[in-house]
């Protein structure tokens, strides 16, 4: 809600009154979020059985009930349960994104009211409101500032810049306000609350999250195109079976229940809660590689994601400041990541700063000229402004005792850092010295030099001298550097108060320019995608050198890729948008609108894209993306909420990790489908080829339903527990429109299907032949089992033949055939057993026969499918 009027000269003094807020508070309401449409729990949990495989299941359900098959139905019902609780638990998890967006802002706030000072509920502030503020306050509103000391904000949630933002009264735009859920980071300072609740630009984000509707993922694209074929294939075998049973003078019930037994058998029943257990083992892999998945079908879209957009600040970068360069008037010294923190280059050598009197003066000084602080027991945390911690950081790295700097060079006066001035000077008393140390930005420092510190030596800072200096600068700063430059001078032994005219015929020292650097892992992360055929592009709210500069250091600048920012995407339809994203690799200066344009547009040109963030600022185009990925150590609770995918370490290289476990998950779902549908296949051509033939029913209504619960269930399963392929990072992405049954899928399937079938229909009639009706059902029951044993193997591989292939690399495959073999060997050999499934014990002659019959199919499938082996 919008401050009117000219409201803020009114109460800058006294604040409004309790009345007044009563009056605003009724008007605008409270300074919260407002609540999306909420589904209920039972809508959540009914919206489960909507998808065609479930409807298929529910039928099959009634149809095993009506035949009296209490034990089908049972497992039907359980694995539909298991399904849709699973469903709605994931689902009811994303309807908190916006309670944990409600819950960023602060609890309690400081404001000014009856002209005194008062704490208040952060939702009971009103426009008009005057709020105190001062470091570590997060701000409750947006506010524009009255009054100010030295103050920052860190607005990294919402910009991505990670460098905190001076905040100072009377400037007109962002550096005159501050902005709800942001933290002031140092100083103090009055401000004039303008908006509230949904106005503010948090608000603003909660609007864009609660506006973006969730899209199927590809498996649920690729499963649903699967169940729609499931269900027209099982009508009209059920239909063709039973009328043609009749049509040859079978009693119409028993062919009406065979046709049944048959569309039941048909419905892979196994295959959603085989796939939700792939996904879910998936799950577990993924988190040993510190990648928790929220939403199970995201481990299955990770595998085919084309595009990574990624924010900078905190994802490719260490969302710390670290000094990467020193440069003084007779040394240029890079500083490196190192075994031991940081190695220091000089002229391509290892050197020690402190043995150079310059480059060592130059570390203390930015010790001594400094407010940050190590946090006690936390050797890599800092207290205080970034910049500031990376001088800290720096000099440690370089071998100088902080704690024993700060005690021999005592403070006496400080000078804070102004915009006016642009510098920061402190008074120290060290032994018999009493010096002036100063730091700030380089042209302001070297304009008040006249010497210059070179080789333990003191210098004329002659024209020659600072342009040398000044070129220095300007080169860190084209590397996207931000630069500081430290001097100093002694004191007479009296001077105790800091004033802006001590600040001249400084002592020039040197320059130290700092970044927030590219994570090490990452170089590796970015080539293994360029591999993998996966576009990285790195979209930031940062400055547009800053992030030509990390994307060109981590490799994913290339070539003629362009840098585009946000002003420039304001100019861009939509349309331009969607035409320039796949040459563009960098997308600088944007705002969380932009973020969510882009990754639109990435998809709109068919990729399947993943976004990953930490910040609030990037909760709706992680929500947009195909697959959300948030940070799990500095992320947002919005941002985690409205991702799939949490990286527990914050590292862009477990995202890659997680592509990779993602196709090889993907892969395994292919492989197991293959499995259950080439042996459903294989069952209905069995049956209805035994029609056709004029034979007796092949298998009973028992039979195929234990051939069904035996060979469905663990075999299958197994096949999703399949190692990866080596090269499964060196393919390139498949289509976000690729059919599950692509790149010959189908075709073996059919192929295979035959196979079982006509194997199955040899063996009944050669038993049928020599041994009677009942020896062919069991010949025939004993041989359609074996042959899909024998089949799952064959499915490890769609490159490589039975032959080929590594048999025990997956133990519980193997674990799984015997089990299942087990199983059907006690339907035929243990005598009750024999009775429930009409089966007889057959002889050495007959089970030659059986496995004759049964290595009929690897022979011929190796024979026809050589050509693809590796």
Same mark, same amino acid.
């Given at each position: 809600m919008a401050l009117s009027g000219n409201h803020s000269a009114k109460v800058a003094g006294r604040g409004l009154s309790s009345r007044e807020v009563e009056k605003l508070l009724k008007k605008h309401g409270q300074n919260v979020f407002e609540k999306g449409k909420k589904i209920s729990p039972v809508g959540i949990f009914a919206s489960q059985f909507k998808d065609i495989l479930t409807i298929i299941l529910v039928v099959s359900t009634l149809l095993s009930l009506l035949m009296g098959e209490m034990t089908e139905a049972i497992a039907i019902i359980l694995i539909i349960l298991l399904n849709a609780i699973m469903g709605f638990i994931q689902e009811y998890r994303t309807e908190k994104t916006l309670d944990a967006l409600k819950n960023m802002a602060a609890p309690m706030a400081h404001v000014i009211r009856d002209g005194s000072p008062a704490e208040v509920r952060a939702s009971d502030i009103v426009p008009g409101d005057v709020v105190l503020l001062e470091a570590g306050d997060r701000v409750p509103s947006d506010a524009m500032i009255i009054d100010s000391a030295d103050m920052q904000a860190d607005e990294s949630l919402l910009t991505g810049e990670s460098l905190p933002v001076e905040k100072t009264a009377g400037f007109t735009g962002d550096a005159g306000r501050v902005f709800m859920g942001t933290m002031i980071t140092r100083g103090r300072g009055k401000a004039v609350t303008e908006s509230t609740g949904m106005s503010t630009e948090m608000g603003k984000i909660a609007g864009i999250l609660s506006s973006i509707e969730d899209s199927e993922t590809p498996l649920q694209k690729r499963l649903a195109e699967l169940g729609k074929f499931i269900a027209i294939g099982c009508l009209a075998v059920c239909a063709v079976v039973t009328v043609t049973g009749i049509l040859r003078g079978e009693p119409v019930m028993n062919m009406i229940i065979t046709g049944i037994s048959l569309a039941v058998a048909a419905v892979p029943e196994g295959l959603p809660a085989i796939v939700t257990i792939a996904l879910a083992l998936g799950v577990g892999r993924m988190l040993k590689r510190n990648a928790l998945i929220r939403r199970l079908p995201a481990v299955e879209t990770l595998g085919c994601a084309t595009v990574i957009c990624s924010d900078k600040t905190g994802t490719l970068t260490e969302n710390r400041m670290t000094v990467r360069r020193i440069v003084t008037p007779s040394h240029t010294v890079e500083v490196e990541a190192g075994k031991n923190g940081a190695d220091f280059i000089s002229d391509g050598k290892k050197i020690t700063p402190t043995s150079t009197p310059e480059l060592k003066l130059t570390l203390e000084t930015g010790v001594i000229c400094n407010n940050?602080?190590?946090?006690?027991?936390? *050797?890599?945390?800092?207290?205080?402004?970034?910049?500031?911690?990376?001088?800290?950081?720096?000099?440690?790295?370089?071998?100088?005792?902080?704690?024993?700097?700060?005690?021999?060079?005592?403070?006496?006066?400080?000078?804070?850092?102004?915009?006016?001035?642009?510098?920061?000077?402190?008074?120290?008393?060290?032994?018999?010295?009493?010096?002036?140390?100063?730091?700030?930005?380089?042209?302001?420092?070297?304009?008040?030099?006249?010497?210059?510190?070179?080789?333990?030596?003191?210098?004329?800072?002659?024209?020659?001298?600072?342009?040398?200096?000044?070129?220095?600068?300007?080169?860190?700063?084209?590397?996207?550097?931000?630069?500081?430059?430290?001097?100093?001078?002694?004191?007479?032994?009296?001077?105790?108060?800091?004033?802006?005219?001590?600040?001249?015929?400084?002592?020039?020292?040197?320059?130290?320019?700092?970044?927030?650097?590219?994570?090490?892992? /990452?170089?590796?992360?970015?080539?293994?995608?360029?591999?993998?055929?996966?576009?990285?592009?790195?979209?930031?709210?940062?400055?547009?050198?800053?992030?030509?500069?990390?994307?060109?250091?981590?490799?994913?600048?290339?070539?003629?890729?362009?840098?585009?920012?946000?002003?420039?995407?304001?100019?861009?339809?939509?349309?331009?948008?969607?035409?320039?994203?796949?040459?563009?690799?960098?997308?600088?200066?944007?705002?969380?609108?932009?973020?969510?344009?882009?990754?639109?547009?990435?998809?709109?040109?068919?990729?399947?894209?993943?976004?990953?963030?930490?910040?609030?600022?990037?909760?709706?185009? /992680?929500?947009?993306?195909?697959?959300?990925?948030?940070?799990?150590?500095?992320?947002?609770?919005?941002?985690?909420?409205?991702?799939?995918?949490?990286?527990?370490?914050?590292?862009?290289?477990?995202?890659?990790?997680?592509?990779?476990?993602?196709?090889?998950?993907?892969?395994?779902?292919?492989?197991?489908?293959?499995?259950?549908?080439?042996?459903?296949?294989?069952? /209905?051509?069995?049956?209805?080829?035994?029609?056709?033939?004029?034979?007796?029913?092949?298998?009973?209504?028992?039979?195929?339903?234990?051939?069904?619960?035996?060979?469905?269930?663990?075999?299958?399963?197994?096949?999703?527990?399949?190692?990866?392929?080596?090269?499964?990072?060196?393919?390139?992405?498949?289509?976000?429109? *690729?059919?599950?049954?692509?790149?010959?899928?189908?075709?073996?399937?059919?192929?295979?299907?035959?196979?079982?079938?006509?194997?199955?229909?040899?063996?009944?009639?050669?038993?049928?032949?020599?041994?009677?009706?009942?020896?062919?059902?069991?010949?025939?029951?004993?041989?359609?089992?074996?042959?899909?044993?024998?089949?799952?193997?064959?499915?490890?591989?769609?490159?490589?033949?039975?032959?080929?292939?590594?048999?025990?690399?997956?133990?519980?495959?193997?674990?799984?055939?015997?089990?299942?073999?087990?199983?059907?060997?006690?339907?035929?050999?243990?005598?009750?057993?024999?009775?429930?499934?009409?089966?007889?014990?057959?002889?050495?002659?007959?089970?030659?026969?059986?496995g004759a019959y049964s290595m009929i199919g690897p022979i011929v499938s190796a024979i026809i499918f050589r050509g693809k082996k590796k």
């Open positions: 940050a602080r190590f946090i006690a027991g936390h *050797e890599e945390r800092i207290d205080g402004d970034p910049t500031e911690g990376a001088l800290l950081m720096s000099a440690r790295r370089a071998g100088i005792n902080i704690n024993s700097l700060n005690l021999k060079a005592r403070r006496i006066a400080e000078l804070p850092f102004d915009s006016d001035r642009k510098c920061m000077s402190v008074i120290v008393q060290d032994g018999g010295t009493r010096r002036l140390y100063v730091k700030g930005a380089p042209d302001i420092i070297m304009d008040k030099c006249t010497r210059a510190s070179v080789r333990g030596g003191e210098v004329l800072f002659s024209s020659d001298l600072k342009h040398t200096m000044t070129a220095a600068n300007d080169a860190m700063a084209d590397s996207a550097l931000r630069v500081l430059a430290f001097a100093y001078k002694d004191l007479p032994s009296g001077s105790e108060n800091a004033t802006p005219a001590l600040e001249k015929n400084l002592i020039f020292l040197g320059l130290e320019g700092m970044m927030d650097p590219p994570r090490r892992e /990452v170089y590796g992360a970015v080539r293994k995608c360029v591999r993998a055929g996966i576009k990285t592009v790195m979209i930031t709210g940062d400055h547009k050198k800053t992030a030509a500069a990390v994307a060109r250091e981590l490799g994913i600048l290339r070539g003629n890729a362009m840098v585009v920012t946000g002003s420039e995407l304001d100019t861009m339809s939509d349309e331009q948008l969607k035409r320039i994203a796949p040459k563009t690799a960098v997308f600088a200066r944007v705002s969380p609108a932009h973020k969510l344009r882009i990754v639109k547009a990435f998809k709109k040109n068919g990729n399947v894209v993943a976004m990953t963030g930490d910040g609030v600022n990037d909760a709706p185009a /992680v929500k947009e993306a195909d697959i959300g990925v948030s940070m799990g150590l500095t992320g947002t609770d919005v941002t985690k909420e409205a991702s799939a995918v949490i990286l527990l370490d914050d590292n862009f290289a477990s995202m890659v990790s997680a592509v990779e476990e993602g196709r090889v998950i993907y892969g395994n779902i292919r492989k197991f489908i293959r499995y259950l549908l080439s042996c459903n296949i294989g069952e /209905v051509l069995t049956m209805f080829v035994g029609m056709l033939m004029g034979l007796p029913v092949v298998l009973t209504p028992i039979q195929i339903l234990w051939v069904n619960l035996v060979t469905d269930g663990f075999p299958a399963i197994a096949l999703g527990l399949e190692p990866p392929d080596d090269d499964v990072m060196e393919r390139g992405p498949r289509g976000a429109k *690729e059919s599950v049954f692509s790149n010959g899928l189908a075709g073996m399937m059919i192929f295979r299907g035959c196979v079982i079938g006509l194997c199955t229909l040899g063996a009944f009639v050669t038993a049928f032949k020599y041994g009677g009706l009942s020896a062919a059902r069991t010949s025939a029951f004993l041989t359609l089992v074996t042959v899909q044993l024998i089949h799952v193997f064959e499915c490890k591989s769609e490159t490589k033949n039975i032959f080929h292939i590594k048999f025990f690399n997956n133990p519980m495959l193997v674990f799984a055939v015997l089990v299942s073999a087990a199983l059907i060997l006690a339907a035929v050999y243990i005598p009750f057993m024999r009775q429930i499934f009409g089966t007889v014990a057959l002889d050495a002659g007959q089970l030659l026969w059986v």
